[in-house]
């Protein structure tokens, strides 16, 4: 009994000191963190194309000592730290890419960068909060690696490319990362991966058990009509009227088809491409979009009425059309044991008054990929700016987040990992 109370006395006096030691490593990481932030937002890389970033992470992770594998899945990275003592592993994921947007807002890093992107110039911005995600990830490698004496197992960092989908023709993101085996070789147990939110305060966590984001297909619409001079449409077959004819019947299929009392549900064409000149009616057009469900038997009643719909349409004014429609990225669902088990963790770094419940959202990640391997969780970690009540949306020139949010970021992922290897 004695050397029982002995030894949980102990216990507690080591959780004591390893908490005091790691409020000063996080206290000396922030202006670290913001720095590898602002440095990646203001140099950002479209998917499959992050080079630079690559090169930046695995120096970072070689220099802490971490065993260090590039070239991941094209340009991914991978560092395993293994502690003093054997035991489980853990994955804390980031994905690192950026998108094909014009950045437009005043920060002294906003990016200048100019890309190609489906045949096409474009700005490349950080519109999404990736470059948070990164650099948050770097500042837990380098705590993690100042106390792995204290780091029962091992924790495998997954830098991730492509989370916003690989070029068209390739390969790429989460699931060629699972493909090329990177949640083995050691196997991982759990994996956690955060994202940033514009939407949310600052120094709030938000999650739920279950389904949280969407899954995502991406669908191809080509139709083919007949060429004739815009004076005379008679003489011609018009794809672009047939196009917005389509565009329009689409979401018939979510306002009048699906059940929206289950889950929710989205279709939307992001891209139209047809035509030269303005007096003459194309031969052809061509539509590009997404679609968002949380519940697989409404993804299929979704994309059955659509390849139904697509084709006939076009029929009914003389015209071809065929529709392809992509596997896409799973729904995001959070493994709901895990989900009870980190719970206190949750609570703990950031006070359970600022841990919230939310349903869940339309946005789609590739994370998901990884949860169907082995159990995972992902939460939104608050990064709205102070008194901005109508915040931009992600993937918007405007999108912009506080950088005192991350911290808490850095917090929440290091003793995410700690406590599922140590408890």
């Known amino acids: 009994m004695k050397k029982t109370l002995l030894s949980f006395i102990l216990l507690l006096s080591s959780i004591s000191i390893l908490s005091q030691k790691l409020d000063k490593d996080f206290t000396s990481i922030e202006d670290k963190v913001i720095q590898w932030r602002r440095h990646f937002h203001q140099n950002p890389e479209l998917s499959n194309r ?140 759990a994996i956690f991966g955060l994202h940033i939110s514009s939407g949310f305060d600052v ?111 076009a029929k009914s004014y003389r015209a071809e059309a065929t529709i392809e429609i992509e596997k896409g990225y799973p729904i995001t669902f959070n493994n709901i044991e895990l989900t009870k088990q980190v719970l206190p963790t949750l609570h703990n770094v950031a006070g359970k008054e600022n841990v919230k419940l939310i349903k869940a959202i339309t946005g789609a990640e590739d994370f998901s990929f990884f949860q169907k391997e082995v159990p995972g969780f992902y939460f939104f970690l608050g990064g709205k700016t102070i008194g901005n009540e109508n915040p931009y949306p992600h993937h918007t020139p405007d999108f912009i987040i506080d950088e005192s949010g991350m911290l808490l970021g850095v917090k929440t992922m290091t003793q995410l990992a700690l406590d599922f290897l140590n408890n």
């Open 203 to 313: 120094g709030t966590i938000s999650y739920k058990s279950g389904g949280i984001m969407a899954a995502s297909q991406s669908f191809k619409i080509k139709v083919k009509g007949k060429q004739s001079h815009g004076s005379r449409p008679w003489t011609g077959i018009d794809p672009i009227m047939i196009s917005a004819k389509i565009i329009d019947a689409l979401q018939t299929i979510i306002s009048r088809e699906v059940n929206l009392t289950n889950e929710g549900a989205v279709i939307t064409v992001g891209k139209i491409d047809s035509g030269v000149r303005s007096n003459i009616i194309p031969e052809s057009a061509e539509m590009i979009g997404t679609i968002r469900t949380l519940d697989y038997g409404m993804q299929k009643q979704i994309n059955d009425r659509m390849k139904e719909m697509v084709p006939a349409i």
């Open 50 to 189: 992050e080079f630079k970033t690559a090169k930046t992470i695995a120096k970072h992770l070689k220099n802490l000592g971490i065993e260090t594998k590039e070239n991941v899945a094209k340009t991914g990275v991978i560092g395993i730290l293994k502690g003093k003592q054997p035991g489980k592993v853990v994955a804390l994921r980031a994905d690192i890419d950026a998108l094909p947007v014009i950045e437009r807002n005043n920060l002294p890093f906003k990016s200048t960068v100019k890309s190609n992107y489906l045949g096409k110039d474009v700005g490349v911005m950080h519109a999404c909060g990736h470059d948070t995600h990164t650099a948050i990830l770097m500042g837990v490698a380098e705590i993690l690696a100042k106390n792995k004496d204290q780091i029962k197992g091992t924790v495998k960092f997954i830098f991730q490319p492509a989370e916003e989908g690989a070029p068209e023709g390739e390969e790429g993101g989460a699931e060629l990362m699972v493909k090329e085996g990177v949640l083995k070789n050691p196997d991982v147990d």
